[in-house]
């Protein structure tokens, strides 16, 4: 390792110089300078920063699984820069309540100057929610069109560009595919698997029907949901059915997929699974700090402008609130709790697949 | 101040006897004593023992409220307990982490032992929502057939009791229709106000129309959701427009307490609007953090359950998330930035009504 | 209020440019870029971003203490912006959490790039230390002397020039000694006060005495602590002694100002102490949050660096934890609770003064 | 998995008429009802529950590591468990702001009627510093006659015969000592290490020695503390210098488990280092929350008390900072960076040791 040559000094190294001189407040360009403008322009360039270090995690974690086979010592590093990500959200969601220490009113003191600039148009989210996973034909309409008429040229340019390469939720689909040993030698996790959990399924219907505090509009609902239940988990064991409701948006996740990440969850404290089910868990956790965020965020606009419309003119929080839910990438990660059996009623795995599940040190006593 | 005559113990005084002797496991008595099951029963309890210092704090504040009038030492009191309130919602917010800390599965492994039991029937979250001001009339149907029919006859009759009662929203709405200087001596508020919004919403809708970046459905929508707040806001200055709107469900604060409101938010720096300006913000908070509680809830619900149903027999998440929004009280002080206007274009105070809002010691210069 | 008249993009106004174009990593510069790298820069410079907005926060309020006499409307602000301060200080005790995704390994793999740069060349922390109030005399002797010495000459110049300004602390000093209010007529709250505090003395001593759980050690030590709190005590009645105990570094506040301070502590719910309260209160949070994060600071240079020298040359974990107390600006606001009377000890504040407490509008029947 | 026989009632199962009939205010005997005496009661006894979930999933831990040899899928649930503790950690941090929310003066309205009640008086805290590793051995000395002497005769003996078993401390020691590894074949991590190392410390010599913007007195003490490091270094290589180091408080691990950990935190990237790397950092974590709950405390006491005795009739906050520093138990952990070499120093692991380290199925071009 090289020793540096030159000193080095702190607020070059950070520039500084850049970094606390780009706060030109446009109330200011008015003849009216605000107070309040300075900590919007300041909330909004940290965020910046902040997106500007998850791309730089997320970037790395998509090379890794670009590639045909992920290394044991690479899903480590992954699941560290996820974990990173996790962090980071946390602090950009408690962020919102710096925001909110403005008042309405003091917004309304510069807001009129902004227009038509809109929070729309941060280019390095529209990536993060891209290289997530969020392409176009996931977006609601009102997002589709919305997504790109703001931005200029160059930056829709890019974000096109970027729509067509594979992003973490296709990557991750790919390797959970790649996945082995679901069946193997004479073990079939899967015909284990149906009978189990058709058991257990009917067993919630027996506990909807035989429960005395339900109305009659109740049972009926919720037999209703059961049923809904039921077809979904039948899918589970006929690829063609899966397509089918996968075509209509009740999953994203292909069926081998969804099949191998049953398997990771449900055998998660075996060595060899504690990885992927770590990478499984890290993904839940972004998608609901991210899912959390948007609905603070709506509501911090709805606080912020009540249901005038926002500079960029549209009526902002409304629109947020929508695709709080419609725009969360892995779903099928919380929803998959539906499939999942207690430990009691797992099929006990075969020597043949045990072998595959430790370490190799395992076999010499330690 | 008495001195105490018996020697106090930390353990009795707590009474850590039956706060630490509480947790008997289900799953213990089936015969398979599941781990994380002490966990789940005591994060609940540590729930309810916020419930019951946030009902502690709020009852008394509607205590003080329940007065004909309210004194401005009381007025400290009581924003300083709703502070307290928030910052005990804070923690209960992030205590949904440590419940997440539960995989699904482990909570498979006993949540059958809990059949029918249901966060449903937690009597005190109940207390609170009733007590808050969420009476049945505002409750989405499924909510309302199903809020009672789960308890036991003695815990009905308590909330139903409870339901005759005024609640915060209620007697804060009384207060603010008590509030006087809205119209004194030749200054008239509401005229003011009423020509510089019609300013402002006039400049809204040009923004709107000459918007290059909207398509033409985009502009169509925005025009229409423009009109609807147009329509809000002439009711604002029409006692019979507002009562009708209010009848829809559009406020819910009552045509005198929303222009005190929106007179306290517009001179919110004046002294004597000050803890006024405080207690509402105090309120907005507390119904933020109610609903972000609400959402974070259903989300882990959801990730613990899938879509099953839960252990009181109805699919949980889906229930949840639908009560977030419609569950909200004093979405009024949100809603209000919409009428809002920037100070520049407020109306000085005449000095009659100056006069009214220092202190009597701002007069000997101090 | 004027519209803008060119339209406003989100990249310009923010100058993301700038911003995100600012993150040039050592480590590439020598032919190794370490992945790391990237956070810890974005880290401090999100630091940065946040001790701006503090500094402009705080410059305001330094600005408001500046003037002859502070109105009730400026306190009002000055609360505010005190408010945004905590919060933002929470944001950033949080942040470390961040920084501790990297492991020291990782930190290794570009720290010896960086040498000497350290963050004790953090200048916008220094303006916030100084103009809090931490002057050179204030400083610990290490720190006296490392202030300085890695700086270059222009900032050097700039700080030099920053402790001739008076800092928030000597304001505030200022402020609270031209307070008026504690003797009045016949009333005189010393007199009153001494008399209290000094019965409630005699009944801790009691305490100590009669305690059967402590060791003749423990007691022994207990009555010497007892003995030095008798002695700040008697220094409040008798300037002189609180000018020699001062003089020692017993105390930072001047005698008048701790007498001001204490009386506003004790009526906190008089309306016209209220907001001195909250802002004596919010230095407190101030003082204590800052304390935080110099404690998690030197733990987590200690964890990355363990006994090892910092990048600057110095052994950053020692130091970090000496100055954690001793760099303390507030600190007489929490040891002011020593010298706290219950609310059953006070005297009854007598019609004269009472007048002054209230609004106006209280009179009238409100 | 059975089912229930007898349907479950939410509050039953919680005990809640335990839980919420425990709070008797003290001030309500003695006829002044205080309302914050409900706040104080509450959080400790929040506080109580917690504990008592941190204990149950310690227990845990300790057990496992109890047995002769900790299999890979136990070490899975250990590091979900204490990653739990840590979540749970974070909690009690952010809790002591609630605990803030009481004014010194209204503490001051109950504080008496305590007396002699301590906090020091909690069983399951010391319980839980006992079990972390904090002997009476490790105490200073105000500590350790302190420690036992405010406790009724029964809590003394549970925690004396608690202080014979092994705590996590000593039996993380011993797993570490059993770790295999550290010289395999011709593989000497040893010999290659203690040439590493060497040549660093003495780069950072050289940093010190040229660094022009240390004084005289700063370069002077800054060698003194880069001996004391080479010193710690040499005994690492040394059994015999090492055993007196420790005798004089500088470690606290054995001579081979500190070995074993810095092996492990080189090597972290290994499929085979990483549970054991994550144990460790989750250890690190556990102390350092704890560290920051002593520190966070200490500040709250002072805050209420200032520097009079506290109930238990010892002056609390200066206590409380001397054990934040000198309780901590894995501060060999944080220490450990002092010995971490960058990864281009370390030596490339010889295939015969990298067999060991990956998992069956990577042979199998996964």
Not at 22 to 32: I, T
Not at 212 to 227: C, G, I, V
Not at 230 to 238: G, I, P, Q, V
Not at 315 to 331: A, D, M, Q, V
Request: glycine letters at 4%; one cysteine or more.
């Amino acid at each position: 390792m090289k020793k540096n040559i030159e000193p080095c000094y702190y607020g070059d190294y950070l520039q500084l110089d850049k970094i606390l001189g780009a706060q030109h407040l446009q109330s200011e360009k008015y003849g009216s300078p605000a107070h309040e403008e300075t900590l919007f322009i300041i909330v909004h360039q940290v965020y910046e920063l902040w997106f500007k270090q998850v791309l730089h995690e997320l970037n790395s974690v998509i090379d890794t699984f670009s590639q045909n086979q992920v290394r044991d010592q690479e899903l480590i590093t992954v699941v560290h820069r996820l974990h990173r990500i996790i962090q980071i959200q946390q602090l950009m969601n408690d962020q919102i309540s710096v925001m909110e220490t403005m008042t309405p009113q003091q917004f309304l003191s510069f807001r009129d100057y902004l227009v038509p600039a809109s929070g729309f148009q941060s280019i390095q989210f529209k990536r993060l929610e891209i290289s997530l996973g969020l392409k176009r034909e996931y977006r609601i309409d009102f997002d589709k069109q919305s997504f790109y008429n703001r931005l200029e040229e160059r930056d829709r340019a890019l974000l096109e560009n970027l729509e067509q390469k594979p992003s973490l939720f296709e990557l991750v689909d790919q390797w959970l595919c790649r996945m082995p040993l679901l069946k193997k030698d004479d073990f079939d996790f899967l015909d284990h698997y149906e009978k189990a959990t058709s058991e257990l399924l009917e067993a919630d219907k027996q506990t909807i029907e035989n429960n005395p505090t339900l109305s009659d509009k109740e049972r009926y609902q919720e037999l209703k949901d059961w049923q809904a239940t039921r077809e979904n988990f039948d899918a589970l064991f006929d690829e063609q059915k899966y397509v089918a409701l996968r075509g209509e948006g009740k999953f994203r996740l292909s069926h081998k997929a969804m099949l191998s990440a049953l398997f990771i969850k449900q055998y998660a404290e075996e060595p060899i699974f504690n990885l992927p089910f770590q990478l499984i868990t890290a993904l839940t956790e972004i998608d609901e700090k991210l899912t959390i965020w948007r609905y603070r965020h709506a509501m911090m606009v709805q606080r912020m402008l009540g249901t005038k419309i926002g500079t960029g003119g549209s009526s902002g929080h409304h629109y947020l609130k929508k695709t709080t839910e419609s725009n969360r990438i892995f779903l099928d990660f919380f929803n998959m709790a539906t499939f999942l059996l207690p430990k009691d009623m797992l099929p006990e795995l075969p020597p043949s697949i045990k072998r595959y599940l430790g370490f190799y040190l395992s076999d010499e006593g330690k």
